[in-house]
């Protein structure tokens, strides 16, 4: 891939990234869990953050497989110790931080935590279960780690099995076990192997032309569906797998059709450069929102609109304070450099 493609590629990219960031705090700044049922007139934003749900993990693995080139062409036992090593620094380290804070805050508040930590049984969730981290959206680099951990040792195997295999592990309706999420390790790899393919085949996708219609158009159908989207059966994760795979391929060629210098293409190109920072902070910047709602009781849709732009407070935070102190960046963010980004 020659230098002008890689640009653009890495700018392309970013965007989606940005634009996967941006649909989990709005996600999150529903929270929907114990909101949402339970305030009138918020049908309309019940189903928004629903629809969401269904694909915008699916696409952050994705896009995690399309900048994991190096994890598919680990060859020797030093290249794997060398690349878990950095994974290690970058996702397990921040894992446990965050964990830790997380942990002590829910501590010293917890008459007002919904969820609230069994102290007897936390560490060991935090090891094993990440589904019960008292920070419970750091499930993701949990996966990831173990992701990145476990499919350099199939490289040898080709990927169009692997798929294979994962694709019928969707289809068929088996529980692999909540210790050390197996399952989602099992289902989410799928979604890392298609990025990586996808970027082999980056140079051809980016040489055809785009229509606007396709990607209008998939995105019709994915509402379509969801409209009464299936919600028990055998049947639920092939209807999430046929969704993040809709909207992955929409939204792939809507960021390779839209201006990358125009408002919207800048805005999120800016929140890729800092996805992962918002991803580990924001949940820091919500919580207080919705302590401030239980006590005050305002209207739900204000609540909502305030906790998405707190979530972006994590920038200024990251930028200013946490990237310029090096203990910081490190224990946080797992950088061991004192670059600022």
């Known amino acids: 891939m020659n230098n002008a493609n890689k640009k653009e590629f890495n ?43 269904t694909f915008h993990m699916p696409l952050f693995f994705f896009i995690s497989g399309f900048f994991a080139k190096k994890m598919f ?59 019960e981290n008292p920070i419970k959206l750091l499930w993701f680099i949990y996966t990831l780690y173990f992701i990145y951990l476990l499919l350099p040792l199939l490289n040898k195997l080709n990927n169009k099995i692997k798929l294979i295999v994962l694709g019928v592990s969707w289809v068929i309706p088996i529980s692999y076990g909540i210790i050390f999420n197996i399952n989602g390790i099992i289902r989410y790899s799928l979604f890392v192997i298609l990025g990586y393919e996808f970027y082999k085949k980056y140079n051809l996708y980016i040489s055809r032309k785009k229509y606007v219609i396709k990607p209008i ?82 209207d739900y849709n204000i609540l909502f609109f305030i906790a998405l732009l707190a979530a972006f407070i994590s920038i200024p935070v990251s930028k200013f304070i946490i990237k310029r102190v090096p203990l910081f960046n490190f224990l946080l963010f797992g950088n061991n450099n004192k670059d600022i980004k």
């Open 73 to 131: 062409e680990i060859k020797s036992k030093k290249e794997y110790l060398s690349y878990i090593k950095r994974k290690s620094f970058r996702l397990l380290l921040p894992y446990f931080t965050f964990s830790i804070l997380g942990l002590a805050i829910k501590l010293l508040m917890s008459n007002y935590a919904n969820n609230p930590v069994n102290i007897n049984t936390v560490f060991l969730d935090i090891l094993i279960n990440p589904w």
């Open 11 to 53: 700018k392309n990219m970013n965007v989606l990234r940005g634009i996967g960031v941006f649909l989990v705090v709005l996600g999150h700044a529903s929270f929907k869990e114990n909101f949402v049922k339970i305030v009138p007139n918020t049908t309309y934003l019940k189903w928004l953050v629903e629809f969401i749900y």
């Open 217 to 298: 158009l998939q995105f019709l159908f994915l509402i379509l569906i969801n409209i009464k989207p299936i919600q028990t059966g055998n049947l639920v994760n092939v209807f999430e797998l046929v969704c993040s795979l809709l909207a992955i391929s929409a939204l792939l060629d809507f960021v390779h059709i839209i201006k990358l210098d125009g408002i919207f293409g800048k805005v999120f190109n800016y929140l890729g450069k800092y996805s992962y920072d918002i991803y580990l902070l924001h949940w820091f910047f919500q919580m207080p929102v919705r302590l401030v709602y239980e006590k005050l009781k305002f």
